[in-house]
Every structure is written in structure tokens, then in C-alpha cells.
């Protein structure tokens, strides 16, 4: 079951059969803790003697041991079993509900959906209805695509975000009385999770009419103020390099078709995903920092003058005594849609940045602008840093410079997206590793 023109499907979900340990089974997103092998290693010892998630999927953690080819052999081996022995069973055609409690969140909520490829564009410059938040990285997808090409199912930690500022889409099925498929605390600390069944015509038709209205042109162009511009329902939020291997392999599918259309039925057309309304109380968007290492500091800041002055912008630099005397100062400054204003801090002390008619929607997207045009053909080093207290540390040593970017807002995302196309990379993040997706629903792609 499809709806073409708003990219739908409405998937044959997988979930594990009664009695098994769904606590084992359910193991968080692979693209986790890439520099920790011993929560891989300890996770291992967790789940052994039970089917889980852990067996059919590849931590990235260890893409770069050896032994990867049996890894993937001992994967697809592992799939055949659950789906032969019946630790997988077919819940029909539906959608699941979810409500995802974390460390940090009391409610997170999501619907599981399929999504058609056909819909889905990441390269830059993109209009798909489907779209990339961030850019993607090309290189890292032929071992993505190596371990997907001869797996028969599907297991997403993909979350994909829709912009519904009237909560039409997936909060109304939280007023319906839905059939509990689960209902668990996650390992390691990743909260609690419950799912309701979502098969009824008329709560899959209700999703699919909201969605229509999200997807209509004059809707679209009304919402950002735009006109000449393709429709834009669904971004990235996680797993885009994920989503984006899935569309590789349905490209390759189609062009060894004798005709595309006799493969147009296939499985592989589609991709597993988590929607998540943007507005949701319970997702959090996260800064990412900068630090330049190995730069001279006042020949950035000249050159930050000169980048931006032949942008058409101009700057004003302010320098301060302490970061709480930069955060006081932003707030007394107060919003303004004409100005960005980015903290930073060198040896010498904190400065503020304030640039007027800024080129771009977000803070981010100036600063990446310019660091990826400054630090060409140096030796200078760029590093992508979480939290206020490491950039303080890292930005105050000779030679180097931390920039504070503020948070992006929600409500802004699709519009930057829209109006300036995929976002710089690592722009934000959705919450801690322990509040990632967890392994739960599959399905059939072969």
C-alpha cells in the first residue's frame, strides 16, 4: 500500500515474535559510541543467548577491524535463521506509534513509516520531497552499501523530521484506543518504550491526508515565503548516510532492470523510517562547535572582516572579559532578523561577532563558509566539539580559536533547508547517543 504523490508506503512491519527479550533485542543505532568498543563488547555480553538486533546489524565501531566480509556473511546468516525460525513475525500492513522516554526527555514521539525512494534526492541542490538536512558524505557509503546488498531485511535507526507546527500528523493517533505491541525499559541506560499498532483505513488515511496537505504547493510556498521552490515534507534528521545507501542500492537495482518498471514493485523502493514532528517537546537540537587549531588568531580575525565585507556583510567585533559577560551582552542585544552574533574565544580573551545582512540563514552556515575558505592549504586543523567548557579549554590555548554557535531553532530548519539547501556539516545534534534510536521494527527488502 502507497501514496506516490506524498512519497507514503504503508510498510508489512516485522517485530520479534512473544517471548523474546526485547530488552536483548532492541540495541542502539551502529553509527553509536564509534570510539568505544568496550560498550560494543559489553552489549555483546548483555544480549548473549537470545536473539538480538546486535547479530543482524554492523556496528561501525568495527568497520575499520578486519574480519568484515565474515562479519556481513555472519549477519545475512543470522537474518535467514530469525526469519526461517520465526523470531521475526509479519504484523500486516500498518504503521507503528511510538513514545520514547530518555535520559533527558520524558516523552519523545514517532511513528514508523516507509518512505519511497523515489521521492528522496541527497545530492545538493536537491528538491525532492525527500530531502538531506546535512551533506552528504559519498566516501562513506560503499561499506553502508556492501552490507545492505545481500541483507533481507531492513532494521532503521533512521528518524526523518516533519514540519507540523498544528501537531495533524502523528499526535491526533495518540487520542485513538491502539493495540500495545510493546512496552519495555531499553539497555543501557536508553529509557523507556512503548509501541501501538496503527492499521485501521481510517487512522492510515488520516496520516496520509495530513501529509497531503503538508506536501500542497501553495501550502508549501506560504509556510516559507517562497514561490519556484520544490516541496519539501521530509528531512533528515538521523542515519541520512543510511537512507542514502538504501537509494544507492534501489538506483542500481533499477539499471540492471531490462525495463524500470518491472522492478517498481520491489521492496527496495522503500526505506524504513521514524517520523518525528519537529515541534515535539521531547526532541532536542544540540550546538556543535567549533575549534581551529594551529592558526594566528589575528589573521583570522582579519580575514573574517575581509570574507564577510566581500560577501556584502559587514562585521563589528566586540572583545569581552569572561563568557558570562559575552551571554549578557547577546542577551541585551536581543533578537534581530538582521543580524548574527557568534561568541568566540582565543588566548587573549572572548570576543563577540555580530554580522549584519548576513548572506546565509544561520550562524553555522557564515562561520563554516569561512573556516572551509580559511583554513585551505593550511596546516590549521578543524575539530567539531560538544559543550560550552571543552571549547573554553580547548579555544583558550596559544595558536588556537573556539567559536560558541547557538542552537538552532526548530522552526528554522526546514526553512534554512529550503532556502540555502543542505546545511554545513555537523550543524546540530538530535540529543545524546543514548537517546538514539534503538533497533526495534524491520522489514523485508528482498
Not at 516507509?114 to 538536512?133: C, H, P, V, W
Not at 519539501?232 to 542500492?249: Q, R, W, Y
Not at 547577546?330 to 548572506?359: C, M, T
Amino acid at each position: 500500500m502507497e501514496n506516490e504523490d506524498i512519497g507514503l508506503n504503508v510498510p508489512n512491519i516485522l517485530l520479534p515474535a512473544k517471548g523474546v527479550d526485547l530488552r536483548k533485542w532492541a540495541v542502539v543505532a551502529c553509527d553509536q559510541y564509534t570510539s568505544q568498543p568496550k560498550y560494543w563488547e559489553s552489549l555483546k555480553n548483555l544480549v548473549e543467548g537470545g536473539p538480538s538486533t546486535l547479530n543482524i546489524v554492523f556496528p561501525e565501531v568495527y568497520l575499520e577491524v578486519g574480519g568484515g566480509q565474515e562479519r556481513i556473511e555472519s549477519i545475512n546468516g543470522t537474518m535467514d535463521a530469525y526469519l526461517e525460525e520465526g523470531v521475526l513475525e509479519d504484523l500486516g500492513p500498518g504503521f507503528v506509534l511510538l513514545d520514547r522516554k530518555t535520559s533527558q526527555v520524558v516523552s519523545r514521539k514517532g511513528l514508523v513509516v516507509a518512505l519511497d525512494l523515489e521521492k528522496y534526492d541527497y545530492k545538493i541542490g536537491s528538491q525532492s520531497l525527500i530531502r538531506a538536512t546535512e551533506g552528504t558524505i559519498e566516501n562513506r557509503l560503499p561499506p553502508r552499501v556492501k552490507i545492505r546488498k545481500s541483507a533481507k531485511i531492513e532494521l532503521p535507526h533512521i528518524m526523518v523530521l516533519i514540519d507540523d507546527p498544528d501537531r495533524t500528523v502523528i499526535e491526533p493517533l495518540f487520542e485513538k484506543e491502539l493495540e500495545s505491541l510493546y512496552d519495555f525499559e531499553l539497555n543501557n541506560g536508553g529509557g523507556h518504550l512503548k509501541g501501538w499498532r496503527v492499521d485501521s483505513k481510517e487512522d492510515i488515511e488520516s496520516v496520509c491526508e495530513s501529509l497531503g496537505l503538508l506536501s500542497e504547493q501553495t501550502v508549501f510556498d506560504q509556510k516559507y515565503g517562497v514561490s519556484g521552490k520544490g516541496v519539501l515534507v521530509f528531512a533528515m534528521g538521523d542515519g541520512n548516510h543510511s537512507l542514502a545507501t538504501a537509494k544507492n542500492i534501489w538506483e542500481d537495482l533499477k539499471s540492471q532492470a531490462d525495463y524500470p518498471s518491472d522492478v517498481m514493485d520491489h521492496p527496495a523502493r522503500y526505506a524504513l523510517v521514524e517520523l518525528v514532528n519537529v515541534h515535539d517537546e521531547g526532541l532536542e537540537f544540540e550546538p556543535i562547535h567549533r575549534v581551529i587549531f594551529n592558526i594566528d588568531v589575528e589573521d583570522l580575525l582579519k580575514g573574517l572582516e575581509a570574507f564577510f565585507g566581500e560577501e556584502g556583510s559587514s562585521m563589528a567585533l566586540e572583545k569581552l572579559e569572561t563568557f558570562e559577560a559575552v551571554e549578557d551582552r547577546i542577551a541585551n542585544l536581543g533578537e534581530s532578523d538582521q543580524e548574527h552574533r557568534i561568541a568566540f574565544v582565543a588566548r587573549s580573551g572572548f570576543g563577540l561577532i555580530r554580522l549584519s545582512n548576513p548572506k546565509r540563514n544561520l550562524e553555522v552556515g557564515n562561520l563554516q563558509a569561512f573556516i572551509d575558505n580559511f583554513v585551505e592549504g593550511k596546516e590549521s586543523v578543524v575539530d567539531y566539539i560538544h559543550g560550552d567548557d571543552v571549547v573554553i579549554d580547548l579555544g583558550s590555548k596559544p595558536g588556537n580559536i573556539g567559536f560558541f554557535l547557538p542552537t538552532i531553532g526548530k522552526s528554522d530548519l526546514f526553512k534554512t533547508v529550503v532556502l540555502d539547501g543542505a546545511l554545513p556539516r555537523k550543524t546540530f545534534s538530535m540529543g545524546e547517543a543514548d537517546e538514539k534510536r534503538y533497533y526495534l521494527e524491520a522489514r523485508r527488502i528482498q
